[in-house]
């Protein structure tokens, strides 16, 4: 008797109109996910020579898999506006545009360092509904606090396929099975443990940290072992991967602000499709996501590509991390 497990077609089928945005997402998954494994023997591996609005060397990949993001979300003929890391203005479709559609902000390759590597890497998505009736500002539509998502996910290229998402009631995630081509329910209820025994952060950057993150991070590498300590480090390079791990196993992940010329001083990552989405799958995972000072998810942008220190992670351990940030300890 074959074991019929639920399929995130299944899973997502009371959701109406998102069920069709989520599908296209994950099918946009399938040919991303095709493309990397064969990457390498067809000439997509390396750069395009262009530099993105975020100042970074483009990875052929990056510009492909975009590309591939934008037919799938367009194809729903549900989403009116598209905000991603690839693109320096959003791309508004003005005849998608009706009261209850969305507005979809992606990172289509996350963890771009680790493709000429082999390394995992994923896509990151963050779907709002559009508020206005028909044409509203653009801005006014996509600039909001990343409370007001009604989805989030992300899909892990690694050695298994993984989508992970949240539409607010919880996290799962779901495998894809190669053998018939649909993902398929791997992970059910996710919850983050409420403390863990990992921090993930490029300790390359310390010398340009602020005190008191150097001291947290300290603290964690001091022997202790009533309080579990000292936490050993992972770091893959790839918010995807890093935050997975976490979320199962439990920790910290941290991309915080630093001391840079190059403008890193509000950190690395983007709020729109990096932080707030892996802010709302953390927080519906029973854990936390902070600049440190503030809760990520009631930030409100100012910048499509606007950049904001991320610690996220295990709800005791971000608070510890907060606690110090904050010269509490
Ligand atoms: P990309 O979306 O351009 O890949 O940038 C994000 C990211 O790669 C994260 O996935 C990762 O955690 C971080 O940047 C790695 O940055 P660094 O190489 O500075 O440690």
């Not at 902000?105 to 590597?117: A, Q």
Request: aromatic share 6%; hydrophobic share 40%; net charge negative.
């Amino acid at each position: 008797m074959t074991d019929f497990r639920l399929t995130l077609a299944q899973h997502v089928r009371s959701l109406g109109d998102l069920a069709i945005v989520l599908d296209q997402l994950t099918l946009a998954g399938k040919v991303i996910a095709r493309e990397l494994a064969r990457a390498a023997l067809i000439g997509q591996l390396g750069t395009t020579g262009e530099t993105n609005v975020q100042g970074e060397t483009v990875k052929k990949l990056d510009v492909w898999a975009n590309d591939v993001m934008v037919s799938a979300l367009e194809a729903t003929g549900l989403v009116c506006t598209l905000v991603s890391e690839e693109m320096a203005e959003p791309l508004h479709l003005a005849q998608h545009c009706a009261r209850g559609r969305y507005i979809a902000c992606f990172d289509p390759v996350d963890g771009s360092s680790n493709l000429d590597v082999n390394g995992i890497v994923g896509t990151i998505f963050s779907i709002r509904r559009h508020q206005g009736d028909g044409n509203d500002h653009v801005a006014a539509d996509t600039l909001r606090p990343g409370t007001e998502q009604v989805a989030a996910g992300y899909i892990m290229y690694g050695p298994g396929t993984l989508l992970v998402y949240t539409n607010g009631a919880g996290v799962n995630g779901f495998t894809l099975d190669p053998t018939i081509g649909e993902f398929v329910r791997s992970h059910q209820g996710i919850r983050i443990p409420a403390r863990g025994r990992t921090y993930s952060v490029n300790e390359g950057n310390s010398p340009r940290w602020d005190p008191s993150l150097r001291r947290y991070i300290e603290h964690l590498r001091a022997t202790d072992v009533a309080s579990g300590r000292p936490y050993t480090a992972r770091y893959v390079g790839s918010l995807v991967a890093d935050l997975h791990r976490t979320l199962l196993e439990g920790g910290i992940y941290l991309y915080p602000a630093d001391a840079r010329a190059d403008g890193k001083a509000t950190g690395k990552l983007r709020l729109l499709y990096e932080a707030a989405p892996m802010g709302f799958i953390t927080e519906q995972a029973g854990g936390k996501a902070s600049t440190g000072l503030e809760r990520v998810l009631e930030i409100q942008p100012t910048a499509y590509h606007q950049r904001v220190p991320l610690l996220i992670g295990s709800p005791e351990d971000v608070t510890l991390a907060e606690e110090f940030i904050s010269g509490g300890r």
